[in-house]
């Protein structure tokens, strides 16, 4: 489903290149749950950028149903993004004016069906009661739950997860992670974290240092 | 207990299908948009009044003297009536239908840019109903002068604007823009298209030194009257006699208001581009604080058409219901001031000047421009994942 090949991203920090992620080849299948560990400065947030056409890889490519990402166009990637990807990010950010459900929609601004889909998911995830209430007054925890109905709202092939669990405490964090794990019936999804008990579930986890995978790869 | 507390969370579908809406971020950050409206609000009031107000010369010198449009006045130069050769020339011109030897007396009218000469037309009581039904006026209270009386019938806009009522004395020989020799009362009152104002020849011949007299000239129908008057103007010698004509009062009104108009353009520029540069820094203040929120849309796949779209949307819609609210807020207080200063007073406004208006149209526009030229090239330089990284 989606590959990466020999990735790299490398940039200049003063007179010396730094390599981010080095030649890292990793794949995700359809109904996977994909972690990615590794310390912090490790890479792992900027592969997930590369996997997700985020960022551009400087060498090596990222393939997603036999289509490179960086050969794309601007607007073909950012299509691909908004159809196809869904993301979760470290801080549960929601836009302050819109209430739960409102932010949710604004991954498929005008699609009526998704009204429905975005109140199953909520129902299904016992947000219901939240549905109307402004960011403001949801907990960190609920506010990362509603950006995870946001990631999986319209339906995508893959959702990205860059340490979703980083700013909510144990119980939070695997409300969190069990809601993403539960999405693999759909499609596949990708959780970088350094926490190793959040991925204990996955199917399969990339180990990276210093920007390169690290083997053995634990299936 | 559930059910009911399900159903009372549900929003309805309208508002939340389409979250990204303008009218939707309008509505709920009325804490910045309202502000940013109520600027273009106020600069469309200061821009619409002033501007109306200042148009009203234009409006008044044309209602005032629109009378003219229904004839040429041919005043003599040498002497005290217009040199026969002269005349000789008018009386052949073959679209002069109506000709009458009148004499003239001065009174003033009170405008917001001061008083100004209005002429009461000096006739016999022959010629008065003509140029009444010439110049389309009718009595409507009291009666025209008599032969020889001191009197006058006014417009009833006049009457207003002097505070005049029947049996009032219009010229004094104590009034000092009003003078004449003898008191002269009004005696009647005028309703018509325009303002006019007549009074008996023959008082005016007995009671002015020098007795002068005048010659009105008018074409078979007001269509043809810039016609004769070009004709004429043409053909009769001007060291002999010196004509009135509406073309001439169009041309020296529009020539005496340029420079009015010109320092009234570049204060509306300078209020513009001054509106137009403070709302371009506020849309970056703004920006810059829902850069977490461009930066989240960037990253779930928004290109930065569309984002720049969605600012260009909000933007319009802010300027354009700032802009309507003040052109509704501008008539209000005109129609105020006209009800309440204006009309009392008999002066000249018009509330509903579509052309002063006009004027307004660039602050809308400038501001639009700004806003989208100063948050366009922050948009296309944003990396959404320096601000996630960052922020989000």
Known sequence: MLFTDEVTLAYREADRVVLAVDRVSVEVKQGEFIGIMGPSGSGKSSLLYLMSGLKLPTGGEVRYRNRVIHLLSERERMRLRRREFGFVFQQPYLLPYLTALENVLVAVPGDREAYGRALELFEQLGLLHLANRYPHKLSGGERQRVCVVRAMVHQPQIIFADEPTASLDHINGHAVIRLLADYRQKGAVVVVTHDPEMIADADRVYSLRDGRLVQPVRV | ?392
Request: aromatic share 10%; hydrophobic share 50%.
């Open chain 2, 1 to 392: 207990m559930q059910t009911v507390e399900k159903r009372e969370a549900i929003p309805p579908i309208s508002a939340a299908t389409n979250p990204l809406s303008a009218w939707l971020f309008f509505r709920r950050n009325l804490s910045r948009t309202a502000p940013v409206a109520l600027v273009i609000v106020l600069s469309v009031v200061l821009i619409g009044t002033v501007v109306t107000i200042i148009r009203s010369i234009d409006l008044t010198v044309l209602t005032v003297y629109g009378y003219n449009r229904y004839f040429l006045v041919a005043v003599p130069r040498n002497g005290n009536r217009v040199d026969p050769r002269a005349e000789m020339t008018i009386r052949a011109e073959p679209l002069a239908k109506q000709i009458y030897r009148i004499s003239v007396c001065f009174t003033t009218i009170h405008t917001i840019f001061g008083k100004f000469p209005f002429v009461l037309f000096g006739l016999t009581q022959e010629e008065m109903p003509k140029m009444l039904r010439l110049t389309r006026m009718r009595v409507v209270e009291g009666r025209l002068p008599r032969e020889g009386e001191a009197a006058c019938a006014l417009s009833v806009g006049i009457a207003r604007n002097r505070n005049l009522k029947i049996g009032d004395v219009v010229l004094a020989p104590d009034i000092e823009d009003s003078f004449a020799p003898v008191p002269v009362k009004l005696v009647g009152l005028l309703d018509g298209e325009n303002w006019f104002a007549v009074t008996s020849k023959e008082f005016v011949q007995k009671n002015y030194f020098p007795p002068l007299e005048e010659i009105v000239v008018a074409a078979p129908t007001p269509q043809q009257q810039p016609e004769l008057d070009r004709r004429l103007s043409k053909s009769l010698d001007t060291r002999q006699v010196r004509l009135f004509t509406f073309g001439q009062l169009v041309r020296e009104l529009r020539s005496s208001l340029r420079n009015l108009y010109l320092i009234m353009n570049i204060v509306i520029a300078i209020v513009v581009l001054v509106i137009a540069i403070m709302m371009g820094m506020l849309s970056n203040i703004f920006f810059m604080q829902r850069l977490p929120e461009f930066a989240l849309l960037a990253a779930m796949g928004y290109t930065r058409g569309m984002l720049l779209w969605r600012v260009v949307r909000e933007t319009a819609l802010l300027v354009a219901l700032g802009w309507a609210t003040g052109v509704l807020l501008s008539m209000g207080i005109l129609w105020g001031l006209y009800w309440w200063v204006f009309e009392p007073r008999g002066m000249l406004l018009q509330p509903m000047d579509w052309q002063a208006y006009k004027y307004t149209i660039p602050v809308p526009i400038a501001v639009l421009a700004f806003a989208a030229m100063s948050v366009g090239p922050r948009l296309l330089a944003m990396d959404p994942v320096l601000v996630i990284e960052r922020k989000v």
